[in-house]
């Protein structure tokens, strides 16, 4: 998993609150278990007319936001069903870091799992985030995870909670298999004395 230390990029807004991870990625996409060419997909119903063509009106078709790397999203974002393929198109259509002032919990994991920093904030620091992200290409945030601070354009700062180990996981890039990686020598060193006491085994 690519490490998350400071992203700097174009924050896109999105002032819908209760985002479902159907709206995120729709059912239609599930048919994959691998986690690139989601990106296609991400907001789909949203992004494309009925014919297929984009809709110029949604954000993420906006010249301006095309390459965000930044959501600022309403309130719970990320609700409804379980699915990880949600933090899979986000990933993959490039954006590394969804802030709102909450996600639904299994989302909130998910994106941790799949290098995604989700933040929690208060409505008043949204709504500053929100003002900032609708700059253009001008609402270029800065999410230093060590220091936990987000930067705006121009240049306030607003400082935010992380669960410890969470942090840790995400600034040296581990997702589960990482972590059990981790641990590699003492599983080996585990699995040689297991073998010399327990040959039956």
Not at 164 to 185: M, P, Q, S, Y
Request: glycine residues 8%.
């Amino acid at each position: 998993m690519e490490k998350f230390e400071k992203l700097t990029g174009v924050a896109a807004p999105l002032p819908v609150v209760n985002i479902d991870t159907d709206m995120i990625i729709p059912k239609d996409y599930l048919k994959t278990i691998k986690r690139t060419g989601l990106g296609k997909g991400l907001f789909a119903e949203a992004r494309y007319k009925e014919d297929g063509t984009l809709n110029e009106d949604f954000v993420l078709n906006k010249p301006a936001y095309q390459n965000a790397r930044i959501l600022v999203a309403g309130d719970n974002f990320g609700c409804g069903s379980s699915r990880e393929h949600a933090p899979w198109a986000l990933l993959d259509f490039g954006i590394r870091c969804v802030i709102s002032t909450s996600f639904a919990d299994i989302f909130y994991n998910n994106c941790f799992k799949n290098g995604i920093l989700p933040i929690v904030v208060s409505q008043d620091e949204l709504d500053k985030l929100m003002d900032d992200a609708s700059r253009g290409s001008n609402a270029v945030l800065t999410v230093d995870l060590e220091a936990q601070e987000i930067t705006g354009p121009d240049g306030g700062r607003i400082k935010f909670e992380i669960d410890a180990f969470k942090r840790h996981c995400l600034l040296n890039g581990l997702d589960d298999i990482g972590l059990t990686l981790e641990k590699a020598g003492s599983i080996a060193s585990f699995e040689k004395t297991n073998a010399v006491n327990h040959p039956w085994a």
